[in-house]
């Protein structure tokens, strides 16, 4: 059975069973993409007897895994989201020149990173994906993503020693 046929008999059963999961029709549609790359990858390192099985149970975890990184990005954004007290005043002129002085230090450091350290970062730091998430997603092994990311570590943490030495000097 070749991947084609696959597809067509199985893509819009899956479109159908990830949308009543994610409640999303555009997100479940993402989802069933990643399923048959996923089925692809895999297809090629062995013979899959119940490509329907594979697909569901393919889907399901990606599902799961979809609604628990909304949730921790929600929870994320929620603790984060700055709120001011009635009586708590808007941050000062100085105070935001600060604040932006430092994002744009943080966006250069890592955009002085080598591609794929910056990518393993970004999704790690921003997204909150497991190091097993983004070796699927790169498409590396773990251990490559642990490098990847003790990399991009150790060069965000001397980049902002150095700046943080540059800023004491002035």
Do not use: W
Not at 141 to 149: G, I, N, P, Q
Request: proline residues 3%; charged residues 30%.
């Amino acid at each position: 059975m070749n991947l084609e046929s696959v597809y067509i008999e199985h893509q819009s059963e899956l479109q159908l069973h990830l949308a009543r999961i994610v409640d999303c029709p555009e997100i479940a549609a993402e989802l069933v993409q990643e399923c048959f790359i996923i089925f692809s990858r895999e297809s090629q390192k062995q013979v899959i007897e119940h490509p329907r099985g594979f697909l569901f149970r393919a889907a399901r975890n990606l599902a799961y895994d979809h609604i628990k990184h909304r949730k921790v990005t929600e929870k994320h954004v929620y603790n984060t989201v700055p709120t001011l007290d009635i009586d708590e005043e808007a941050p000062s002129e100085e105070r935001l020149a600060l604040v932006n002085e430092k994002l744009a230090i943080f966006s250069s450091v890592v955009e002085e990173l080598p591609e794929r350290a910056r990518k393993a970062f970004v999704l790690n730091r921003v997204y909150g994906m497991t190091y097993a998430e983004i070796a699927v997603e790169m498409n590396v092994s773990d251990s490559a993503v642990e490098k990847l990311l003790a990399r991009a570590l150790l060069h965000c943490r001397a980049q902002f020693k150095k700046h943080q030495a540059d800023l004491s000097n002035d």
